[in-house]
């Protein structure tokens, strides 16, 4: 199983500021990643996948970038409806598995 | 609208059964890969089960023999029967549609439903 490691556990962060968001994976996963999004008491949400595809909606101070095993999740200028916990999958190997999430808070 | 309406879950003894249910609108249980994902307190995110759109399963190690996935066009429903339910099997569940070959990952997800497994 591929095991995928997020760093920070916990960002604090001040709203208009930029958050950096780290995701690793214990082998090559290439480009097959994707970040959610959980806010307290949500279902997660689709944020991107193949490392750097938005989804529908998705606001474009969201990027991602990275391949192999080292991916990174960027929200710059925060907004108060950003704070939320960050996930990511790997999905190279069917049917993926997830990091055990970055929470971004309200510094 | 896509929508995902989970219900089922609750405080169950040790060894006890439940069975949780996926109300889907805005497109058909049976046309698309679906699976439960739970959270268990404080925890990351984990695939339990897969259902296929040709009908095919796939579970998780440490459920196999234990919980079944199902749909029901008529319905268009997924469901999750969970039998001889452990301590560890205490979680938040979610139903989602995926990942498919072609959509590799989750989405939507629905709100999920709380299973409490304690004595």
């Known amino acids: 199983e591929i095991v995928m490691t997020q760093s920070p556990a916990a960002l604090s962060v001040s709203p208009g500021e930029s958050a950096t968001l780290s995701c690793r994976a214990s082998?090559?996963?290439?480009?097959?990643l994707a970040w959610y999004q959980q806010k307290r008491g949500q279902a997660p949400r689709l944020l991107i996948s193949?490392?750097?595809t938005r989804a529908t909606g998705i606001p474009a101070r969201f990027s991602g970038s990275g391949s192999g095993t080292e991916f990174t999740l960027t929200i710059s200028s925060l907004q108060s409806e950003d704070f939320a916990v960050y996930y990511c999958?790997?999905?190279?190997?069917?049917?993926?598995?997830f990091g055990q999430g970055t929470k971004v808070e309200i510094k | 609208e896509v929508d995902l309406v989970e219900s089922g879950g609750g405080l169950i003894q040790p060894g006890g059964s439940l069975r949780l249910s996926c109300a889907v609108s805005?497109?058909?249980?049976?046309?698309?890969?679906m699976s439960w994902v739970r959270q268990a307190p404080g925890k990351g995110l984990e695939c339990v089960s897969v259902?296929?759109?040709?009908?095919?399963?796939h579970y998780k190690d440490s459920v196999k023999g234990r919980f079944t996935i199902s749909r029901d066009s008529s319905k268009n429903t997924l469901y999750l029967q969970m039998d001889s339910l452990r301590a560890e099997d205490t979680a938040v569940y979610y139903c989602?549609?995926?990942?498919?070959?072609?959509?590799?990952?989750?989405?939507?997800w629905g709100q999920g439903t709380l299973v409490t497994v304690s004595s």
């Open positions: 989602a549609r995926g990942p498919s070959p072609v959509t590799r990952w989750f989405d939507p």
């Open positions: 259902i296929y759109s040709g009908g095919s399963t």
């Open positions: 082998q090559s996963v290439s480009s097959n």
């Open positions: 999958q790997q999905y190279n190997n069917w049917p993926g598995t």
């Open positions: 805005g497109f058909t249980v049976s046309g698309n890969y």
């Open positions: 193949g490392s750097s």
